[in-house]
């Protein structure tokens, strides 16, 4: 029987361990504009969010994740990444990874590698159960900034189920 | 054509085994499946409570129905068709004095515990079930003794009533007795509790029951593998479990039922076999158990259940209790030394069946079920089809190690070495 090529150590990398061990972004926001919670029910990971805007640009977020290592490294990235983006570029960013995950048709205008260390979770790809994971914070954000563009505010829960919020 | 017990019989083990636990260098030998390596390292399965493993008889009885006398049962009045339909009608005797001796014709084929206990819920169950009726449930139930219910519930206008149980996974006696009212026409509860591995008092809880004339099912699913049950002792009305879990294939399960309830109960599902006289206008039902047993059943299925009970009944179920017994224990005993492990369920051996569920301070039960998967030790990690009793311990997901009659204490011991590995690993 023919065993897919499996490296632990792909999966965990050190700066993911390291965001996991000392999350960024986990901050209490005053008067969010957005509020967001999202879950991963096959594995339990739940993470909340809270955006300030500025018009379209995030101008802060507060990200706390409980879940596993996956799910909160790449919570923790995005909210080095987001902080002053816009919603059209956080949309195409979220795209650029969640192709980095899949395989799908990456977006030439992204480079993932100017992106704090979001490039590590390329190893996930190894372990598509765990794409999920990290992609859980994604789905939030994304789903949370286009209710927001639609004029809607207040939280509802995003799983992971919701593809159609990271397109 | 041989007789069926000759047939049956598995000669891999000779009895008699005098050890008061089991020879397991000896059963090992029987399972291919342990020869598997995992990511370079010997598999060490410890999941045994989502399914078991299976012996070569087992992996055998399958092939040889299919290479030598595979036929539809029932129907036919041909050779292979009587040899089918004997082979398929001794297994189910075989598991009718399996769990005590009931009637034949009180034991119904189905594909597994969770079809056992549906059929249930939407034959008697919407039968009887009203609105200001109380269903009475634990708070250790399974998804499948639990969503039918909740649906019954909605559909009819009924109420669910939960028995709580204490801090180490026992149940509550008090709250069981105080919950279960005269306003309860059904308690339905499970033997052994697939998170917490509490073994649940049958008998008293039927005496409650009793007290209103209430009905109570049980969903045998963890028990049954672990140890000597005798339904018609315990009592109950209904009583649910699974081939696969106890060395059989998937796919197969057994309902017991009273017969006076299956007598009075319509038809589940519609079809074939379940019928007398049918013409365009209307169809007669057929005698129990047929009654509930609409189309083709899984017959290979059926009949290698048998060869598992065989296999089983060689190492006695004293035997078998004994070794998980003494496995529980040595896992119990070690993550009481470790602090920065929590588990859940009784912390006595004697009470605490099969399934050790726990949580590993700093490391997700995700993370830890990969790491461990890496070093080829399998256990499992989630909600276990238990979402709320699982939230209810302040977890998302816990992992658990569950044991059966292959594994080894040398196997526990990797275990916790994995663990302490993880945690240097995920926590440093």
């Given at each position: 029987m023919l065993e897919k090529e499996h490296d632990l150590g792909e999966l965990y990398r050190e700066i993911i361990l390291d965001h996991y061990r000392s999350p960024r972004g986990q901050k209490e926001i005053t008067d969010p504009d957005i509020v967001n919670e999202g879950q991963n029910p096959v594995c339990g990971d739940e993470i909340e969010m809270k955006v300030r805007m500025k018009g379209d640009i995030v101008d802060d977020l507060g990200i706390h994740c409980a879940g596993c290592a996956i799910s909160v490294a790449s919570g923790s990235m995005l909210s080095e990444i987001a902080k002053g983006k816009s919603i059209p570029e956080l949309k195409k960013i979220a795209a650029a990874i969640k192709a980095m995950l899949t395989g799908g048709e990456v977006?030439?205008?992204?480079?993932?590698?100017?992106?704090?260390?979001?490039?590590?979770?390329?190893?996930?790809r190894q372990f598509p159960v765990r794409v999920k994971c990290a992609l859980l914070a994604w789905v939030t954000l994304i789903e949370g900034l286009e209710r927001y563009e639609n004029g809607q505010s207040g939280s509802e829960a995003a799983t992971t189920d919701d593809r159609s919020a990271v397109d | 054509m041989s007789h069926p017990e000759t047939r049956m019989k598995t000669d891999v083990l000779r009895p008699?085994?005098?050890?008061?636990?089991?020879d397991v260098e000896r059963i090992r030998k029987d399972f291919p499946i342990l020869s598997r390596r995992v990511h370079g390292n010997p598999l060490i399965y410890l999941d045994s409570a989502a399914t078991s493993q299976k012996p070569q008889a087992v992996i055998d009885a399958l092939s040889q129905y299919y290479s030598e006398y595979n036929a539809n049962v029932h129907?036919?009045?041909h050779t292979l068709s009587e040899e089918a339909t004997a082979q398929f009608e001794f297994a189910r005797k075989r598991v009718a004095e399996w769990v005590g001796g009931v009637g034949l014709d009180e034991l119904i084929y189905t594909k597994g515990t969770t079809e056992s206990i549906n059929l249930v819920a939407a034959t008697w169950g919407e039968q009887n079930i009203q609105k200001g009726d109380r269903i009475v449930l634990s708070r250790m139930e399974h998804h499948a003794n639990l969503i039918p219910w909740l649906r019954l519930a909605e559909k009819s206008g009924a109420e669910i009533g939960y028995i709580e149980h204490h801090s180490d996974g026992t149940l509550d006696m008090d709250s069981a007795a105080s919950v279960i009212?005269?306003?309860?026409k059904l308690v339905a509860l499970t033997h052994v509790s697939n998170v917490l591995g509490t073994v649940n008092p049958v008998k008293e809880v039927v005496a409650l029951a009793r007290r209103f004339g209430a009905v109570i099912l049980v969903d045998g699913a963890q028990a049954i593998p672990h140890f000597s049950v005798d339904i018609p002792a315990l009592g109950v009305d209904f009583y649910a479990f699974s081939a696969h879990k106890m060395l059989g294939p998937t796919g197969v399960g057994f309902l017991f039922g009273r017969r006076e309830l299956l007598e009075s109960m319509p038809p589940y599902q519609a079809g074939g076999?379940?019928?007398?006289l049918v013409t365009y206008e209307k169809a007669t039902w057929a005698d129990l158990?047929?009654?509930?047993?609409?189309?083709?059943?899984?017959i290979a299925d059926v009949i290698a259940f048998g060869s598992a009970l065989d296999y089983l009944e060689q190492l006695g179920m004293d035997s078998v209790r004994a070794h998980d017994k003494m496995l529980v224990g040595k896992t119990l005993d070690a993550f009481r030394d470790m602090e920065w492990v929590t588990v859940y369920g009784p912390d006595n051996p004697e009470l605490h069946v099969g399934a050790v569920s726990f949580d590993v301070e700093g490391i997700h039960p995700h993370d830890l079920s990969q790491f461990l998967d890496s070093k080829g030790v399998a256990i499992r990690a989630g909600h276990h089809c238990a979402q709320p009793l699982v939230k209810s311990l302040g977890m998302g997901s816990v992992s658990r190690a569950s044991y059966y009659i292959y594994n080894t204490l040398e196997e526990v011991d990797t275990l916790i070495d994995s663990l302490v590995e993880a945690r240097k690993y995920f926590v440093g």
């Open positions: 977006d030439k205008e992204i480079d993932l590698g100017e992106l704090s260390d979001v490039e590590v979770l390329e190893g996930v | 008699p085994f005098v050890s008061e636990t089991l129907r036919g009045l009212d005269e306003r309860t076999e379940m019928i007398r158990p047929q009654k509930f047993e609409a189309g083709t059943p899984n």
